[in-house]
């Protein structure tokens, strides 16, 4: 029995590997590009999560380690086919997190400063939420074909 650790080969491109190759790729380049920009900008992203009134000010710095953190560690686990529904799964959580604070935020608060960086931190609100839950959906779908692989 071949063990599969990386998945990076082109062996067996059914349309279902296919897809969940395609959305291991997106959801990986989203996580690993969120996690480095927040990394590099430790210190505009904890001064703008310090502004968040959803966060509380004893757990901003803690918040501002565990995002990115968890972000790249997701965008690690899709590139191992052994971790890949985990990953996928722990992506839409963190997802639909992400897209819950914003819709939050945007409906009951005013001026508040988006934590994100880099290219998603230019987007409106609007555009931010749309993005999100694209992905969100997009996460969910890979763990589905992920899992449906994982079992048969």
Not at 14 to 37: E, P
Not at 51 to 71: G, N
Not at 117 to 125: H, R, V
């Amino acid at each position: 029995m071949e063990k599969k650790y990386l998945s990076i080969s082109c062996n067996n491109l059914g349309s279902k590997n296919y897809t969940v190759h395609i959305l291991a790729a997106l959801m990986f380049i989203l996580m690993f590009y969120a996690g480095i920009v927040k990394l590099s900008t430790f210190q505009v992203f904890v001064i703008q999560l310090d502004k968040s009134p959803l966060i509380p000010d004893v757990l901003t710095v803690m918040t501002a380690i565990t995002i990115p953190m968890t972000e790249l560690l997701i965008a690690l686990g899709l590139l191992f086919y052994k971790y890949r529904t985990l990953s996928f799964l722990a992506g839409f959580g963190i997802m639909f997190g992400f897209s819950l604070y914003l819709i939050v935020l945007n409906t009951f608060y005013v001026e508040v400063p988006c934590s994100c960086g880099g290219i998603l931190g230019k987007m409106s609100y609007e555009t931010h939420i749309v993005f999100n839950v694209a992905f969100t959906i997009i996460s969910y779908t890979g763990y589905y074909f992920s899992k449906k692989q994982s079992n048969g």
